[in-house]
C-alpha cells in the first residue's frame, strides 16, 4: 500500500519561510520521479515542483528563486524548502509520486 505523508505546513508571514516533508512508504522510491502540487480555494490544483529519480528538477514560474526542491533517498522523503513566501502561496500542498500517487495535503497559509 502507497502512502505519501506530507508535513511541515503552518501559517507564515510573508517573506518567512517554510519546509514541507514528503514522506513515502513506496516501493522503488529512488527511481521515482516526485512532485508538489498546491490548490488555492477556488482555483485548480497546479504544479509546484518536480525532481526526477536523477536529481533534476523543474519549477513552475511562479515559484522559480523561492523554492527549493530535493530528495533523500536513503530516507523515502522529499522536501521543499519554501522562501520568500507571498500570500498567494496560500494553498494546500500535495505530494505527488511517479504523476499517479497522491498524498493527503498539508495546509500552507502566508499572510500578509
Known amino acids: 500500500q502507497v502512502q505519501l505523508v506530507e508535513s511541515g505546513g503552518g501559517l507564515v508571514q510573508a517573506g518567512g519561510s517554510l519546509r514541507l516533508s514528503c514522506a513515502a512508504s513506496i516501493s522503488s522510491f529512488g527511481i521515482r520521479t516526485m512532485a508538489w502540487y498546491r490548490q488555492a480555494p477556488g482555483k485548480q490544483r497546479e504544479s509546484v515542483a518536480s525532481?526526477?529519480?536523477?536529481?533534476?528538477?523543474t519549477y513552475a514560474d511562479s515559484v522559480k528563486g523561492r523554492f527549493t526542491l530535493s530528495r533523500v533517498n536513503a530516507k523515502n522523503t522529499v522536501y521543499l524548502q519554501m522562501n520568500s513566501l507571498k500570500p498567494e502561496d496560500t494553498a494546500v500542498y500535495y505530494c505527488r509520486a511517479d504523476n499517479h500517487y497522491w498524498g493527503q495535503g498539508t495546509q500552507v497559509t502566508v499572510s500578509s
Open positions: 525532481i526526477t529519480s536523477h536529481g533534476s528538477t
